[in-house]
């Protein structure tokens, strides 16, 4: 499969103050912000160039995001990868012996569905595949 980075997921604990350090990082202005309810996160979305950089800022004290920097500290949570056929690609990576975190493709950030392929599987990179809706 011929994959291509949708974003880089950056895990912080507060939107407030990320959002004016990567504006000056970047040298590139947040355009979006979204909260998806059923991942409990807020997320910011910048983008340099061609690359696009999520940040994700947990909701709930005891959410996946909280739980992430409680063990590992802020910093890179994911990387994104664009898929045509996200039902296919699943297919695909069970067949060669990845797991997968969820079943079936659920509506993620960006108006995007998704699937996040475990991390024991990737040398530890949690990797999220994304399409189009």
């Known amino acids: 499969m011929d994959y291509k980075v949708e974003h880089i ?22 355009y979006k912000t979204e909260k998806i ?5 807020n997320t910011a979305f910048f983008l340099k160039q061609n690359t696009k950089i ?4 947990s909701t709930d004290p005891a959410g996946i995001i909280t ?27 069970k067949k060669e ?10 509506k993620g950030a960006d108006d995007k569905w ?8 990737t040398n530890g990179v949690l990797i999220e595949l994304c399409q189009s809706s």
């Not at 507060?14 to 970047?26: A, G, M, V, W, Y």
């Not at 990868?81 to 996200?86: K, L, R, T």
Request: glycine residues 6%; aromatic residues 6%.
């Open 9 to 30: 997921g950056i895990a912080v604990k507060n939107l407030q103050t990320s959002i004016p350090l990567f504006e000056k990082l970047l040298g590139s202005p947040c």
């Open 37 to 41: 309810a059923s991942e409990q996160v």
């Open 54 to 57: 999520e940040l994700l800022e």
């Open 67 to 93: 739980k992430f920097i409680d063990k590992k500290g802020e910093g890179m949570h994911h990387i994104a990868f664009e898929v045509p056929d996200i039902i296919a690609e699943m297919e695909r990576l």
């Open 97 to 106: 012996g990845f797991s997968l975190l969820n079943e079936t493709p659920k």
């Open 114 to 121: 998704v699937c996040f392929v475990h991390p024991k599987d």
